[in-house]
């Protein structure tokens, strides 16, 4: 029973009412997790005991919610509870081990844990090659890779290894990326090295260059990496996150040092089953030209023609042959989408290669 307004209730109520809605929350959630484990019944029992996890589904269901977010919590908030809640469950279907460029600490670790939640098998790998062989030789269900960062552009890394790659984009995951300094030093003034990730690095250059000037820079495979080594060292610091900071006991110099404040990072997930539509999805391919004036135009017109938006594309030597190039597109939409299916074909006829690397949900926070 509400009290009256000129009433205010006492805390003991309050908290009452807490526990009340608790035990509301903990029998939905539950009735959830009996449900989920009856889909999975369905789906062995109709054969399709291989496709548990389903991101355009996943996809759906949180747009959704964000959808009819009535507050006070923000979108975000939402967002990775129920990202959460549908971790766990889907854990009661079938136990998932996610790949990714590791060490333990790497944004691609956190990027993963976003986009999964918490309640998969986490293996690190030490190279992006590494990731595509755990997928590829079925290892592991996913990987997560980057791809590209908004400062800093491309990671051709990612990008090389789909060449010949037979696995397929599943899904895509943004996340915000804010650099720490971390060490064990006294001060600043007592760093003598600073390690990075190259690209970690060129994001916080203007800053280092105002706190750490003439500092030895070292590039390393990862910025959790460098936070191992500043671990070790005397006199080492490095550019990394806070859960890396926590993982390797260091403390936290400095937060946030990255020059650009929207600071993002685009990871990709990969698998080896096709993504379905979600209503709101991306296509990614690969194509080459005939080696001829306006070849590169001829394809763009393909997709202007049917009036389907291009969000990225990318140039890498095919290594093939001396001075011929693939091109890596991003573009709107799900090749079963029809003006979609028909632009993709019209671009097989007129390309001397075209790979399609899946069609996926885009991201969702």
């Known amino acids: 029973m509400t009290p009256p307004a000129d009433l205010p209730e006492t805390l003991a109520a309050l908290r009452e009412r807490i526990d009340a809605v608790d035990e ?59 990202r959460e809640i549908m971790s766990a469950c889907l854990a009661l279907e079938q136990p998932l ?42 290892g592991c269900a996913f990987g ?30 943004e996340l ?14 007592d760093a003598r090295r600073l390690y990075g990730h190259p690209q970690a690095l060129a994001q916080c250059r203007r800053w280092v260059d105002g706190h750490l000037a003439g500092i030895e820079r070292l590039p390393v495979p990862s910025n959790a990496e460098g936070a191992r080594r500043a671990a070790g060292e005397e006199g080492a610091v490095a550019i990394a996150s806070e859960a890396a ?35 709101d999805d991306k296509t990614s391919l690969i194509f080459a030209t005939p080696n001829r004036p306006g070849a590169l135009r001829d394809i763009l017109d393909c997709l202007a023609g049917a009036g389907i938006s291009l969000s990225r594309i990318e140039s890498r030597p095919s290594r093939r042959a001396m001075w011929e190039y ?12 029809p003006h979609v299916a028909a632009a993709l074909a019209e671009i097989e006829s007129r390309a001397t290669l075209v790979k399609r690397l899946g069609s996926y949900p885009r991201a969702v926070l």
């Not at 009856?38 to 747009?63: D, H, M």
């Not at 990326?177 to 006294?186: D, K, Q």
């Not at 936290?252 to 698998?271: C, K, S």
Request: hydrophobic fraction near 40%; charged fraction near 25%; aromatic fraction near 6%.
């Open 326 to 337: 693939l091109f890596y597109v991003d573009l709107d939409g799900h090749a079963s989408d």
């Open 24 to 82: 509301r929350l903990l029998e939905l959630l539950s009735e959830r997790a009996r449900l989920a484990s009856r889909v999975a019944a369905v789906k062995l029992a109709e054969g399709n005991g291989g496709s548990f996890y389903r991101p355009e589904r996943e996809a759906q269901v949180l747009r959704g919610i964000l959808a009819r977010n009535p507050g006070p919590l923000p979108d975000e908030e939402v967002g990775r509870l129920f």
């Open 97 to 138: 081990t996610v790949a990714y460029l590791g060490p333990v600490g790497t944004w691609t670790e956190a990027a993963a844990s976003k986009h999964f939640g918490h309640s998969v098998a986490m293996r690190s790998a030490a190279s992006i090659a590494e990731v595509f062989r755990e997928v590829e030789g079925g």
């Open 245 to 279: 900071a926590a993982h390797y006991d260091l403390r936290v110099l400095a937060a946030r040092i990255e020059d650009e404040p929207d600071n993002t990072t685009r990871f990709l997930v990969i698998g080896r089953q096709a993504s379905g539509s979600s209503g």
């Open 176 to 189: 915000r990326i804010h650099h720490c300094l971390l060490g064990r030093v006294a001060a600043l003034g």
């Open 144 to 173: 997560v890779v980057p791809v590209e960062n908004s400062i800093e552009g491309v990671v051709t890394h990612t990008l090389d290894n789909f060449a010949d790659s037979p696995l397929v984009i599943c899904g895509e995951v």
